[in-house]
């Protein structure tokens, strides 16, 4: 049985120093549950996207990758209205996203995108995460 990844190979950061220049030239989104640290990559042709949760967030490891999981699906599902190649980093600093439900999780991304200008609202997906199908008109 094999999974589909969370993210891309391409699209994830590779090391913890790929990670310094976003910490260090990065612009912030300060949100509720999680904050947006991002910036431009020119040496690159798409997003990367990392997901950092501290022990601070919570002492069991279950718990932080539940909710590390969480975020990266919900990156997922908004990746093809992101525009631009940037370098995303989700700080993570409640627990409480590990018991928000999916949509939940996913409007937050999506907002912190929007207000970095990065994401097209207007390609939004549906809830369900599937194309809308509309149904052909009876040609009697």
Known sequence: MSERPMIDTQHRFRGHGSLRFVYQRGQTIRG?????????????STYRAAVVVSKKVSKSAV??????????????????????AYDLVFIVYSDQLAELPAEGIERAVVEKLEK??????????????RDIVEPKENQS
């Open 116 to 129: 970095a200008g990065i994401f097209a609202p207007d390609k939004r997906p549906n809830q369900s995460g």
């Open 32 to 44: 509720q549950y999680c904050s947006l640290k991002y910036v431009a990559n020119r040496r690159r």
């Open 63 to 84: 718990v932080r990758n539940r909710i590390r999981r969480r975020l990266y699906e919900a990156v997922r599902r908004a990746a093809p209205q992101i525009q631009g």
